[in-house]
C-alpha cells in the first residue's frame, strides 16, 4: 500500500504568501442521475455501436454479437471490481488512485499512463466517424470532421458539470432512439434464425463463407471490451458525485447494464437482419438501415448518430481532463506543470487540463485509424488486468473494514479476470504490444529517475475526504 495515501481536504483558499494549504478538490454538484447519463453519455453506446462495431463485423462476421456478449460478461466482473475499489477510493485519479493505494505506487504510475492513452486516444477515434454520418447532408473528410468534433467538445468542457450532463443527457435520448429503431428494423427484416449467431462466418475476399476460428474471437475481445469501457467514467467522477459510497457503485452496475443491452440487442438484429454475409461483413449499417427502410429513416438514424458522437467527445473530455487534473494534484510533474493543470475555472473545471487533452485529440484524427484501435486495446486490457489485481489486494489491513460496496464471490472473481484478461494480451498483434509496451516502459524510465527519487514530494496519491459517507 502506498506510503503516501491521504485524505485531501476541502478547497481552502491560497494565503497571502501563494501558498496553498491542501489540495485543490472538485466540488460535489451530481447525483445518480447526472452520473449516470454522464457514464452512459461516455459509454456512447450508438456512436460505438455505429463507428466500432462495423469493424469487428468485418473480421468476426457472425461471432460479433458472440465476443460482444462474452465481452460484456467479462466486463461485468471488472465493474465488480471499479465498484468496489471505487467506493474504497473516491477519486478523480480513477484507476491510478485505487491501484496506487492497494498495490503500490509503481503499479498506480503504469494504470495512470495506460488510463492516460485510452483518454486521449477513445475520442478521435470516435470523433473520425462523424464525418460518415454527415454524408446525407455534407461530404467532409473524417479526419478533418474529427478535429471539428474534438475542439467543439473541448470547449462544451469547459462549461460547468450540471450544464453538461443536461447536454449530454438530451444527446442521449436521441442515440437510444437510433439504436432502438435500427433494432426494430434489424428484427422485422430478419434474413436467417437465432442459430446463425453461432455460425462462426465472415465472407471472404472471394465473397464465399470463411470460418471465424476461437482466436479470432479471443482476439476481438480486446475490442470488446473497448465497446461497453466508459462505464468506469464512474470512477472518474466520483469526486463530484454525492454520496459517493452509494452512488459510485449504483452508476457503474447500471451503466454497464443499460449500455450492454443498447449495443448488444441491435447487434444480435443486424446479424440477422443482414441481406447476406457479404453485407454483414461490409459493416454499413446506414446501407442496412436504409434497405429495410427509406432513405428519410436512414438520414435520421445518421444525424443522431453524428450527435451521438459529439456527445460522447463532450463527456469524453470532461472525463479525460479530471484524470489530468487529479495527476497534477498529487504532483505527478514538475512543479510548474503541476500548478498549470491543476488551475481551476469559474465554472470550477479544470480547464487547463481540459484544453491539454482536447488539444492533442484533434490531433490524433490524423493518425492511422486501425493503430489507434490496436494500441487503445492493448491499454484497456492491461488496464483493466491491474485493477483486478488491486481488487485483489483491496481487503488488506484496514480497508477489511473500510465502508465500502463488496462485490460477491470475492477473491475468485478478480482472480479469473486476472487469468482471462492476461490471455487476451498473448492474442494481440504484436505491433500494438510493442507500441503499448514501449510507452509504458518510457514511463517506467521516468518513475525510476524522477518519480521515485522524489517520492516525499512527486506522485503523492491523496483521497478526497468523503463528505457524504
Request: with cysteine; glycine share 10%.
Amino acid at each position: 500500500m502506498t506510503d503516501t495515501l491521504r485524505p485531501a481536504e476541502l478547497h481552502v483558499p491560497p494565503a497571502p504568501d501563494g501558498s496553498h494549504s491542501s489540495p485543490r478538490t472538485l466540488k460535489r454538484s451530481i447525483g445518480v442521475v447526472g452520473g449516470t447519463l454522464l457514464t452512459l453519455s461516455c459509454v456512447t453506446p450508438a456512436s460505438t455501436l455505429f463507428v466500432v462495431v462495423p469493424d469487428l463485423f468485418g473480421s468476426l462476421g457472425t461471432a460479433t454479437a458472440l465476443t460482444v456478449a462474452i465481452g460484456s460478461l467479462l466486463c461485468i466482473a471488472v465493474a465488480f471490481c471499479y465498484s468496489e475499489l471505487g467506493t474504497l477510493i473516491p477519486s478523480a485519479g480513477g484507476e491510478y488512485a485505487m491501484v496506487s493505494t492497494m498495490a503500490g505506487r509503481l503499479a498506480g504510475w503504469l494504470v495512470f499512463v495506460l488510463s492516460l492513452l485510452v483518454v486521449v486516444i477513445v475520442p478521435p477515434v470516435i470523433a473520425m466517424g462523424t464525418a460518415d454520418y454527415l454524408a446525407p447532408i455534407v461530404h467532409l473528410d473524417p479526419s478533418a470532421a474529427g478535429a471539428g468534433v474534438m475542439v467543439l467538445a473541448t470547449l462544451a468542457g469547459l462549461l460547468d458539470l450540471r450544464a453538461n450532463a443536461w447536454i449530454t443527457g438530451v444527446f442521449l435520448v436521441l442515440e437510444v432512439i437510433a439504436a432502438a429503431l435500427v433494432a426494430v428494423l434489424g428484427f422485422a427484416h430478419s434474413e436467417r434464425g437465432l442459430g446463425s449467431l453461432a455460425s462462426m462466418e465472415v465472407a471472404g475476399a472471394d465473397g464465399h463463407a470463411d470460418v471465424v476460428t476461437g482466436m479470432l474471437v479471443v482476439s476481438g475481445l480486446a475490442i470488446a471490451l473497448f465497446v461497453t469501457q466508459g462505464f468506469s467514467t464512474a470512477v472518474y467522477l466520483s469526486e463530484e458525485l454525492e454520496n459517493p459510497r452509494r452512488n459510485v457503485a449504483r452508476t457503474v452496475l447500471a451503466t454497464l447494464a443499460i449500455s450492454t443491452a443498447i449495443i448488444l440487442v441491435p447487434v444480435v438484429a443486424i446479424t440477422l437482419g443482414a441481406a447476406d454475409l457479404s453485407e454483414l461483413t461490409g459493416g454499413d449499417i446506414g446501407a442496412m438501415v436504409t434497405a429495410w427502410s427509406n432513405s428519410a429513416t436512414g438520414t435520421f438514424v445518421s444525424l443522431c448518430v453524428a450527435l451521438a458522437i459529439i456527445n460522447a467527445g463532450i463527456v469524453m473530455v470532461i472525463q479525460n481532463s479530471r484524470v489530468l487534473f487529479a495527476s497534477a494534484r498529487d504532483k505527478a510533474w514538475p512543479g510548474p506543470v503541476n500548478t498549470v493543470f491543476a488551475k481551476l475555472g469559474r465554472f470550477g473545471s479544470p480547464w487547463v487540463a481540459t484544453l491539454a487533452v482536447g488539444v492533442p485529440g484533434a490531433a490524433l484524427c490524423f493518425v492511422n485509424l486501425d493503430t489507434l484501435y490496436g494500441v487503445t486495446g492493448v491499454s484497456v486490457t492491461g488496464m483493466y488486468l491491474l485493477v483486478a489485481v488491486a481488487a485483489l489486494l483491496g481487503r488488506r489491513g484496514h480497508h477489511h473494514h473500510a465502508a465500502a460496496w463488496r462485490m460477491p464471490l470475492w477473491p475468485a472473481v478478480p482472480v479469473l479476470l486476472i487469468a482471462v484478461l492476461a490471455y487476451i494480451l498473448t492474442q494481440q498483434e504484436t505491433e500494438y504490444l510493442l507500441w503499448t509496451g514501449g510507452i509504458a516502459a518510457a514511463a517506467t524510465l521516468y518513475w525510476a529517475f524522477y518519480l521515485r527519487p522524489r517520492k516525499d514530494t512527486r506522485w503523492l496519491v491523496s483521497i478526497p475526504e468523503d463528505t457524504g459517507a
